[in-house]
T-cell receptor
Framework: GNSVTQMEGPVTLSEEAFLTINCTYT??????LFWYVQYPGEGLQLLLK?????DKGSNKGFEATYRKETTSFHLEKGSVQVSDSAVYFC???????????FGQGTRLTINP | GAGVSQSPRYKVAKRGQDVALRCDPI?????LFWYQQALGQGPEFLTY????????KSGLPSDRFFAERPEGSVSTLKIQRTQQEDSAVYLC??????????FGPGTRLTVT
């Protein structure tokens, strides 16, 4: 079946550090891939997405590249800020399907 | 503009009680999804509507759970004879045509 595996948290970094949160997936066909973010006290928000191999999604300084050969979609940011503290979820939806399959989430804390 | 809204935001139920959770999607969004998010986990798909038609209910965990969207707008998720394992955050999401789903803030259900 379809599944998403994320780097386990929590992750704690200092401000301006480089961030990587690993995400790998298992799926048939060509899924679309997503990163969602959940800030404290708020609902899930789409951060970025990629719909085909080698696509790069980017938003708010975050990037992730759809790597079909390694079935990965790692989230990166060059210089994190305190305001990036949140829970990050990697997700996919299978080609032709609507429902999202989520990873377990990675809690990120950025210290000043 | 108005996003997805859910009510109530918090619900405490005694074991065995019935509960009803409401979702108001973004106006004009044809697709509506329900997800269940256990503490410390990623959301898991429950069911999906396109307009008033329930096209996928494969994620509903038991026959105590059912959902409806009679006029293709507001949706209600009903849980009968609640059990402790039903304690979770219930998320509603809506989308227009693309794969981008917009999430509500969730209803936190606690069964005592």
């Amino acid at each position: 079946g379809n599944s998403v595996t994320q780097m386990e948290g929590p992750v704690t970094l200092s401000e301006e550090a480089f961030l990587t949160i690993n995400c790998t997936y298992t799926a048939t066909g060509y899924p679309s891939l997503f990163w969602y973010v959940q800030y404290p006290g708020e609902g899930l928000q789409l951060l970025l997405k990629a719909t085909k191999a080698d696509d790069k999604g980017s938003n708010k300084g975050f990037e992730a590249t759809y790597r079909k050969e390694t079935t990965s979609f790692h989230l990166e940011k060059g210089s994190v800020q305190v305001s990036d503290s949140a829970v990050y979820f990697c997700a996919l939806n299978r080609e032709g399907a609507q429902k999202l399959v989520f990873g377990q989430g990675t809690r990120l804390t950025i210290n000043p | 503009g108005a996003g997805v809204s859910q009510s109530p935001r918090y619900k405490v139920a005694k074991r065995g009680q019935d509960v009803a959770l409401r979702c108001d999607p973004i106006s004009g969004h044809v697709s509506l999804f329900w997800y269940q998010q256990a503490l410390g986990q990623g959301p898991e798909f429950l069911t999906y509507f396109q307009n008033e038609a329930q096209l996928d209910k494969s994620g509903l965990p038991s026959d105590r759970f059912f959902a409806e969207r009679p006029e293709g707008s507001v949706s209600t998720l009903k849980i009968q004879r609640t059990q402790q394992e039903d304690s979770a955050v219930y998320l509603c999401a809506s989308s227009l045509f693309s794969y981008e789903q917009y999430f509500g803030p969730g209803t936190r259900l606690t069964v005592t």
